[in-house]
């Protein structure tokens, strides 16, 4: 392949030397290696255009461990991206917790709305766990969230106070649905990060994790199967301003499709490069988030550090057996969830 490349280049002018392997990935395969190409490793004043051309061939295709794309997204003009503040932290909890109770992949899989009323009680009990993992996020300055300017209040006590949460919290025969009309205020999307250098308290996490245990096995399945060093400057920062973690993010039900994640990414990316940041890591159990940060504008370029396929992970728990000794038994957490999460690291400078 790389014989063929050079010689077809090569007759097109183009310079072909000195050379670096390429993976491509088929990400319909799920990061599978679809093929390798070799491209220019170093800048000439020939032209040369092998990545372009592997683009042209494959379009569905991602160069590794370096992903670009060219077409920064950009907000529709009725949309505002604003920071968030401690007033706007119940709208975002009901966001997060309706989008993964009712409309997750994986949750609503795990947790199905059997029998009625289940999941409503789930929803309540959910939020009522977010309140540190929210305000870690916000009170850091680097949470943010997009408004519809032109939002219609369904009722005029949510007008007179700019947005009003209406879930009653004893109706646990609530729909899914229902819960949705109760959400009356502006904010439709929700991107929850901090600074790493003031990493979260993941004690003041253990009731949000005992609600939702598959969430714990997720952030540690991660952490383990990262291969960076783990008292390397993109994991400890040595200093303030250096790596963001994104520890959060949702589309409100209802305003799917409009491409407000990819186009608050891409903002939250030129942000953050333009306070100085240099990385910005992000976890993702769900197809959507992986191929939008995966696939930044450019300058910015990403690479997967590790993943995994949730039918596939098996962990090893201790538990009693029928006369009381502790045994070690090993099972599959998230059947019949077929998910790929992945770990994905931004960088937005040298």
Not at 22 to 51: C, D, M, T, W
Not at 199 to 220: A, T, V, Y
Not at 231 to 245: L, M, T
Request: aromatic share 10%.
């Amino acid at each position: 392949m790389q014989l063929c490349m050079s010689r077809m280049l090569a007759a097109n002018g183009c310079t072909v030397s000195p050379w670096r392997r390429v993976y491509i990935l088929n990400h319909s395969a799920r990061h599978q290696p679809l093929i390798s190409i070799a491209i220019p490793s170093e800048p000439s004043s020939k032209p040369y255009f092998g990545s372009h051309l592997a683009l042209s061939l494959f379009p569905n295709i991602c160069c590794s461990p370096a992903c670009k794309m060219t077409t920064e997204a950009i907000l529709p003009a009725r949309y505002q991206i604003r920071k968030l503040t401690t007033n706007e932290l119940d709208w975002a909890k009901s966001i997060i917790t309706h989008s993964n109770l009712y409309n997750s992949p994986i949750w609503s899989i795990l947790y199905p709305d059997t029998p009625p009323g289940k999941v409503a009680s789930q929803a309540y009990q959910m939020f009522k766990t977010l309140d540190y993992h929210h305000l870690h996020g916000i009170n850091s300055g680097h949470s943010y969230g997009v408004f519809d300017t032109e939002y219609v209040f369904k009722h005029p006590s949510s007008a007179a106070t700019g947005g009003k949460l209406h879930w009653d919290f004893t109706n646990t025969s609530a729909t899914g649905s229902e819960l949705r009309e109760q959400m009356d205020f502006p904010l439709v999307h929700v991107a929850l990060g901090y600074d790493a250098f003031y990493p979260m308290d993941h004690s003041k996490l253990d009731e949000f994790i005992s609600f939702l245990p598959e969430l714990g096995i997720l952030f540690n399945t991660a952490e383990e199967q990262d291969p960076r060093d783990k008292n390397s400057e993109d994991k400890k920062p040595n200093a303030p301003g250096e790596v963001i973690i994104r520890s959060g993010t949702a589309t409100r039900d209802g305003y799917e499709g409009l491409g407000l994640a990819k186009a608050t990414a891409h903002w939250y990316m030129k942000e953050k490069a333009k306070e100085g940041f240099r990385l910005i890591q992000i976890d993702s159990a769900a197809r959507a988030v992986d191929t939008i940060w995966g696939h930044p504008p450019e300058p910015f370029t990403a690479v997967v550090t590790n993943s995994f396929e949730t039918l596939e992970l098996e962990i090893e728990e201790e538990k009693e057996d029928q006369d009381g000794n502790k045994v070690k038994i090993k099972r599959k957490p998230f059947v019949p969830a077929d998910l790929y999460c992945a770990r994905t690291v931004v960088t937005l400078r040298d």
